[in-house]
Every structure is written in C-alpha cells, then in structure tokens.
C-alpha cells in the first residue's frame, strides 16, 4: 500500500455517527472492523519500515561505534508524521475500499 497516495485527515475530525453503521447496521461492529483493519494497515506500515531501516543497517554490531545515519533518520521522520492507522481505516470505511464480511452472520446464527 503507497501510504504517500492516501489523502487523509492527520488528526481526529468530528464525524457524522450516521455514517458508521450504514453499511453493517451496528456500531459496534464498525467498531470491529475499524479496528481490525487498523491493526493490519499498522502491521503493514511496521513491515516497510522495518524493510528500509534494514537497507541501512550497519554490516557489524558494536557498542562502541554509533553513527547516525541520515538516511535512517528522513525514513523515521517520514513514517513518523503519517497518519495513524485508525485515520487510514475510517477514510477506507467511509470510502468503500474495505471488504468486510461477517461469517456469523452468512450461517444464520445471529
């Protein structure tokens, strides 16, 4: 996922409640879904940048010699002022980019 692309909110915005039980019918389950498909967009932006500081990993390991890396340190402030997972997950929800299917529901038992 290109995190540059998402044109989202950085900070917590008031929002319509309405909006959020449109499409399952219960708060509470949106709450399930924001929050799981939050974990995995964290998961994801935690994996690419544990795979860019990599690049930039010293070939050795000693306590002595520590240098900064400049490099390392524009990639930490870049994925430091994206914005939180949550943000992604309500801007996918409120778009429509997020499948979700409730396999409790598809058997009948609710």
């Known amino acids: 996922m290109d ?3 998402i044109k989202t909110e950085t900070t917590a915005v008031t929002r319509q409640k309405d909006n959020f039980y449109e499409h ?3 708060i509470y ?3 399930v879904v924001l929050s799981k498909r ?3 967009i964290g998961l994801e932006i935690k994996q690419e940048l544990d795979q860019k ?4 990993a ?6 002595e010699e520590v240098f900064e890396n400049r490099e390392q340190i524009e990639i930490a402030r870049f994925y430091e002022s994206l914005p939180k997972p949550t ?6 929800y409120l778009n429509d ?8 529901k598809a058997k009948g038992e609710f």
């Open 3 to 5: 995190f540059k692309k």
């Open 24 to 26: 399952t019918g219960n």
């Open 29 to 31: 389950e949106t709450v």
């Open 38 to 40: 939050a974990n995995q």
């Open 53 to 56: 500081i990599e690049e930039f």
């Open 58 to 63: 010293p070939a050795t390991d000693n306590l």
């Open 87 to 92: 943000l992604f997950a309500i801007n996918e």
């Open 97 to 104: 980019d997020i499948y979700m299917r409730n396999p409790h």
